[in-house]
């Protein structure tokens, strides 16, 4: 009587450095949805299937976790404005510097996760350690562009200042909502142009 063969192929273990990526994919989905204060480490690690004392003993803490998700995001956009500067040569009186760095931020901030964190972030100043964090990944995106672009402190705040406008339009859903308001419909449409295409228009 033949036989029959089982299969002996060891179940596939995931290493360290890929079961953190997992955790920190999975905090920011969960920090996107409640922010800081309403999501717990427990909420994290359901998330992302492993137990909440792995969580807390690969992090230390969940504000420790927080502010390693929110700088993963502000790395985020500073390399997103890197691979851009990066093909073009500095001149900050020329608009397609300008609008590459507009569209590079615009499509990068439609990942609803990526955006969500960051607002809660720049919102979570009561928390003195991510009001800390806040403040550096202000303070690093102004430089990049003062250093990159040469610009005058005033072009680079007119920047970062449409960038927030964007934060805002996005986080209230406002080019999903955008034909329920005639004004919204154009306040989108000055602030995104093309990117989101025919839908915030």
């Given at each position: 009587?033949?036989?029959?063969?089982?299969?002996?192929?060891?179940?596939?273990?995931?290493?360290?450095?890929?079961?953190?990526?997992?955790i920190?994919?999975?905090?920011?989905?969960?920090?996107?949805?409640?922010?800081?204060?309403?999501?717990?480490?427990?909420?994290?690690?359901?998330?992302?299937?492993?137990?909440?004392?792995?969580?807390v003993?690969?992090?230390?803490?969940?504000?420790?976790?927080?502010?390693?998700?929110?700088?993963?995001?502000?790395?985020?956009?500073?390399?997103?404005?890197?691979?851009?500067?990066?093909?073009?040569?500095?001149?900050?009186?020329?608009?397609?510097?300008?609008?590459?760095?507009?569209?590079?931020?615009?499509?990068?901030?439609?990942?609803?996760?990526?955006?969500?964190?960051?607002?809660?972030?720049?919102?979570?100043?009561?928390?003195?350690?991510?009001?800390a964090?806040?403040?550096?990944?202000?303070?690093?995106?102004?430089?990049?562009?003062?250093?990159?672009?040469?610009?005058?402190?005033?072009?680079?705040?007119?920047?970062?200042?449409?960038?927030?406008?964007?934060?805002?339009?996005?986080?209230?859903?406002?080019?999903?909502?955008?034909?329920?308001?005639?004004?919204?419909?154009?306040?989108?449409?000055?602030?995104?142009?093309?990117?989101?295409?025919?839908?915030?228009?």
């Amino acid at each position: 009587m033949a036989s029959v063969e089982t299969s002996t192929k060891p179940a596939t273990r995931m290493s360290a450095p890929e079961r953190r990526e997992l955790i920190l994919a999975a905090a920011s989905r969960a920090f996107a949805v409640g922010g800081y204060a309403g999501t717990s480490t427990d909420a994290v690690a359901r998330e992302a299937g492993v137990s909440q004392p792995y969580v807390v003993r690969m992090f230390g803490s969940k504000v420790e976790l927080f502010l390693e998700v929110f700088r993963r995001a502000g790395d985020a956009i500073m390399a997103a404005f890197d691979a851009e500067l990066d093909k073009l040569e500095a001149d900050p009186h020329h608009d397609e510097i300008w609008d590459a760095l507009a569209s590079a931020y615009s499509e990068l901030v439609t990942d609803r996760d990526l955006l969500l964190v960051m607002m809660h972030g720049f919102t979570g100043g009561a928390v003195p350690e991510i009001g800390a964090q806040a403040r550096e990944c202000m303070s690093a995106i102004y430089q990049q562009l003062i250093r990159r672009t040469g610009c005058t402190p005033e072009r680079a705040r007119e920047f970062i200042a449409q960038g927030m406008l964007l934060n805002v339009l996005l986080a209230m859903q406002a080019p999903e909502h955008a034909h329920q308001d005639p004004a919204l419909a154009e306040l989108s449409s000055c602030a995104f142009g093309d990117t989101l295409g025919p839908s915030a228009s």
